[in-house]
T-cell receptor
Framework: TQLLEQSPQFLSIQEGENLTVYCNSS?????LQWYRQEPGEGPVLLVT?????EVKKLKRLTFQFGDARKDSSLHITAAQPGDTGLYLC????????????FGTGTQLKVEL | EAQVTQNPRYLITVTGKKLTVTCSQN?????MSWYRQDPGLGLRQIYY???????DKGDVPEGYKVSRKEKRNFPLILESPSPNQTSLYFC??????????FGPGTRLTVT
């Protein structure tokens, strides 16, 4: 079973700060997804990256897929309290078929 | 509105009392799955189904059963719940290999 390691596990910052969270694996991803989960709700898909070196932007969020497709990062610029939540990466490995594996998540809290 | 629904949202039960958590999706998705979410362990897949009457084990299937008699429904059955099955459960469905839609979750406590 592929292991996805996310770091940091917890992050508490002030509004307006920038932050980056990471997702790493020893296996090559066929694709990688980032989700955000708010308390009392299920995860919601933010983005999917497929190509090594790919960069996608979603407003203040920038997602990057490593060249070797074994790591990914999520950068948030000028964080806001509405960004608070659990950020999860999930991937399918090459040859892994339909199985989607989730990382353990990064719990982000943005305070005023 | 396209959605995945789960019932109940909260359930407290006792060891050994059979229970079923229902899951329904209105998006005509073929692929559905169940996950449990525990602190420090993330989301772990329990069972998945690629189509009607086609189900398979995920990473943590012990103590659970599922059925897929209709495309829209994918109930999770705990025949004899135990305290280690206390968790937050999510049903999910997807139309393709990429995007996945999650239900709102069912918080189960087994005493």
């Amino acid at each position: 079973t592929q292991l996805l390691e996310q770091s940091p596990q917890f992050l508490s910052i002030q509004e307006g700060e920038n932050l980056t969270v990471y997702c790493n694996s020893s296996s090559v991803f066929s694709s990688l997804q980032w989700y955000r989960q708010e308390p009392g709700e299920g995860p919601v898909l933010l983005v999917t990256v497929v190509t090594g070196g790919e960069v996608k932007k979603l407003k203040r969020l920038t997602f990057q897929f490593g060249d070797a497709r074994k790591d990914s990062s999520l950068h948030i610029t000028a964080a806001q309290p509405g960004d608070t939540g659990l950020y999860l990466c999930a991937s399918r490995t090459e040859g892994g078929g339909n199985k989607l594996t989730f990382g353990t998540g990064t719990q982000l809290k943005v305070e005023l | 509105e396209a959605q995945v629904t789960q019932n109940p949202r909260y359930l407290i039960t006792v060891t050994g009392k059979k229970l079923t958590v229902t899951c329904s999706q209105n998006m005509n998705h073929e692929y559905m799955s169940w996950y449990r979410q525990d602190p420090g362990l993330g989301l772990r897949q329990i069972y998945y189904s690629m189509n009607v009457e086609v189900t398979d084990k995920g990473d943590v299937p012990e103590g659970y059963k599922v059925s897929r008699k209709e495309k829209r429904n994918f109930p999770l059955i705990l025949e004899s719940p135990s305290p280690n099955q206390t968790s937050l459960y999510f049903c999910a469905s997807r139309p393709n290999r990429v995007e996945q839609y999650f239900g709102p979750g069912t918080r189960l406590t087994v005493t």
